[in-house]
C-alpha cells in the first residue's frame, strides 16, 4: 500500500477510491477498519460514517484508521470529505485533520475540497457549486450541515485553534513548483492548513504533484488526482489501466434513497415516472415500524416481479424541516436510517443483489445491514459515482451515490450499469 485513505462517510469514499482506480492506481475500499491484515492494492480506502457524529467520536475513528493504515504499510494518508466541505462550526474536518497531523508529527497540510468535473471549484478562498457561492446553493438548506458561508478560510478558522491560510490562484496556476513554494512560506509562518484554490482539472493535477511529500492531505476526491502519477515517477507504483468491467451481480435490482439533496429529489421524480416507487411515512414509521417496514417490504416483492422499484424518504427542506420539528433532528434521521437499513436485509433475503442508493448517511446504514466488509471498484456510472461489487458471499452489485451528484436520470442508468 502506498496511500492511505479515510473517508468520512460511503459515498465520499467510493467517490475517492473511483478517482484513484480511473487514474491508474489499484484501490479497495474497505466498510470501517480491517479486523486482519490490508488487501493487495496501490491504495486502501477505509469508509467511516464520521462525518456528522460528535467531534471527539470522528477523532477517535479516524486516528483509529490511520494507526492501522500506517501499521499496513501506508507512506501518505489522505483524508477524504465532502466536495462540499459539509461540516459545523464544531467540526469536524478541523479537529480531524489536527489529530492526525498530530498523529503524523507533522505541521502543514492542505484543505483543497475543489472537483471541477461536478462543478465544484474555488477562487480566493471561495467555494463555488456551479455558478453559485456554496452559500447560494441548496446546501444551505441541508439539513445536518448547513452551508451558509463560502469562505473556506473562515469555515476551516472556526473549527482550529491554528492558523489558517490561503494558496491563491495566483500562484496554483504557475504549476507545482509554485504551489509547493506557497507551502513552504505558509508553513513558516506559521500556517497548518492551507486552503487551496483549483478551477479545473489541471489545478488538481498540480496540486496533488506539490503535495506527494506531505504527510497528510485533505480534502475532496478531486485533489487526488495528480497523486498517481507522481507514485508511478516516482517508481512507487506501476502504471495500470483504469477500471475493469465487474462480475455480474444478476437479480432484481432497488433503489434506495434518503438524500433530500436537490439533485436527489429530481432524481426521485424522473424515475417514479416511470417505475414503481413508494415514500417512506415518517409518522406510520414512528407509530409502528415493524407494520410500516414490512408493508413496504410486501410492496416492493411484489413489484420487482416485472421490474426495479424505488423506495425512498426523500422529501424538499420544508417537510424535512416539519419532520424534524415533530420528532427531533436526531431521532428522525436515525428513526429513517433504521428503517431503510432493515428494509435493505429483507430486501437481500428476498434475492435483491443489485442496489442503487443515493445519500451518505442511507448508504452508511444500507452496506452495514448487508453485512458487506470491502468493495471491488469498477467503471464510472457518473462522475464521483462509481460501479462497485462487494467481497464474499453473496456479492451485491452496489452505486453509493452522494446526495448532490448524478444527472436526473442516474437511477436508471445506475440499475443498467449494475446489471
Known amino acids: 500500500m502506498i496511500l492511505g485513505c479515510i473517508a468520512d462517510d460511503f459515498t465520499g469514499a467510493t467517490d475517492l ?19 486482519g491484515g490490508a488487501p493487495e492494492a496501490d491504495a486502501v480506502v477505509v469508509a467511516l460514517k464520521s462525518r456528522t457524529i460528535p467531534a471527539a467520536e470522528a477523532v477517535a475513528q479516524s486516528l483509529a484508521a490511520c494507526r492501522w493504515l500506517k501499521a499496513n504499510g501506508a507512506r501518505q494518508i489522505f ?7 459539509d ?50 446553493s441548496t446546501m444551505r438548506n441541508h439539513p445536518l450541515t448547513p452551508m451558509r458561508d463560502s469562505n473556506l478560510v473562515r469555515v476551516l478558522g472556526r473549527q482550529t485553534k491554528h492558523r489558517v491560510g490561503l494558496v491563491p490562484y495566483r500562484a496554483v496556476r504557475l504549476g507545482a513548483p509554485a504551489i ?15 486552503i487551496v484554490d483549483a478551477l479545473e482539472d489541471r489545478d488538481l493535477e498540480n496540486i496533488g504533484a506539490a503535495s506527494s511529500a506531505l504527510p497528510l492531505i485533505t480534502g475532496g476526491s478531486g485533489v487526488a488526482i495528480g497523486l498517481p502519477d507522481s507514485y508511478r515517477l516516482a517508481r512507487l507504483i506501476r502504471r495500470r489501466e483504469g477500471a475493469a468491467a465487474l462480475t455480474k451481480a444478476g437479480g432484481p435490482g432497488v433503489v434506495l434513497s434518503g438524500s433530500c439533496s436537490a439533485a436527489t429529489l429530481a432524481q426521485v421524480e424522473r424515475f417514479a415516472a416511470k417505475h414503481p416507487a413508494m415514500a417512506i411515512d415518517p409518522a406510520a414509521l ?9 408493508d413496504l417490504l410486501r410492496w416492493a416483492a411484489e413489484k420487482l416481479k416485472t421490474g426495479p422499484a424505488l423506495i425512498y424518504a426523500s422529501a424538499p427542506p420544508e417537510k424535512v424541516s416539519a419532520i424534524q420539528a415533530q420528532f427531533g433532528r436526531e431521532k428522525a434521521g436515525e428513526m429513517i436510517e433504521h428503517a431503510i437499513a432493515r428494509l435493505a436485509g429483507g430486501l437481500a433475503s428476498a434475492g435483491v443483489r443489485r442496489f442503487v442508493i443515493a445519500g451518505g448517511e442511507t448508504s452508511g446504514a444500507v452496506v452495514s445491514a448487508l ?9 464510472q456510472i457518473a462522475p464521483g459515482v462509481p460501479a462497485c461489487l462487494s467481497y464474499g458471499t453473496p456479492r451485491y452489485a452496489l452505486a453509493l451515490k452522494s446526495g448532490n451528484f448524478g444527472g436526473p436520470d442516474f437511477f436508471g442508468e445506475a440499475l443498467e450499469a449494475l446489471k
Open 17 to 35: 477510491a473511483n478517482t484513484l482506480t480511473r487514474r491508474g492506481m489499484h484501490t479497495v475500499q474497505t466498510i470501517g477498519i480491517p479486523k
Open 87 to 136: 461540516s459545523t462550526d464544531e467540526g469536524n474536518i478541523g479537529p480531524v485533520a489536527d489529530a492526525l497531523l498530530d498523529e503524523l508529527q507533522s505541521g502543514f497540510t492542505i484543505a483543497c475540497p475543489a472537483f471541477p468535473e461536478n462543478g465544484r471549484t474555488i477562487y480566493m478562498g471561495h467555494l463555488f457549486v456551479g455558478g453559485d457561492l456554496l452559500s447560494d
Open 79 to 85: 483524508f477524504k470529505y465532502c466536495s462540499t466541505f
Open 180 to 194: 509547493a513554494e506557497a507551502y513552504a512560506k505558509l508553513e513558516a509562518e506559521g500556517v497548518r492548513h492551507a
Open 371 to 379: 453485512g458487506v466488509e470491502a468493495l471491488e471498484i469498477g467503471p
Open 286 to 294: 414512528a407509530a409502528d415500524p415493524e407494520k410500516t417496514v414490512s
